[in-house]
Nanobody, 125 residues
């Protein structure tokens, strides 16, 4: 049972990246998905999350209007589309999963038990 992130890399400011989070060993049905990030020397920050089935979402104020979270249940994959990237978005990005009610969008890291290994996103010119 694991999650695997991909899609990170180096991008210039105002550029875009799309992160993917694929499940292995289990299906994402009934699981809420959270995206978190941790910049060097800083605490982990919640970025966005999406409920298990009713489409409810949450975005941190710092990414609202620039990031979009989505999921493909059939493909057992979740996505984080990141547009208008800024240098302060530089961090290791993690996805996490937890079984939750259809409407629930857990926002805190301790609410999740399954985590990916992380993918580095660097925004720099």
């Amino acid at each position: 049972v694991q999650l695997v992130e991909s899609g990170g890399g180096l991008v210039q400011p105002v550029g875009s990246l799309r992160l993917s989070c694929a499940s292995s060993g289990f299906t994402l049905d009934y699981y809420a998905i959270g995206w978190f990030r941790q910049a060097q020397g800083k605490e982990r920050q919640g970025v966005s999350c999406i409920s298990s089935s009713d489409g409810s979402t949450y975005y941190a104020d710092s990414v609202k209007g620039r990031f979009t979270v989505s999921r493909d249940i059939a493909g057992n994959t979740a996505f984080l589309q990141m547009n208008s990237l800024k240098p302060e978005d530089t961090a290791v990005y993690y996805c996490a999963a937890e079984r939750a009610e259809p409407w629930n969008v857990p926002r805190l890291g301790h609410e999740y038990n399954i985590w990916g290994q992380g993918t580095q996103v660097t925004v720099s010119s």
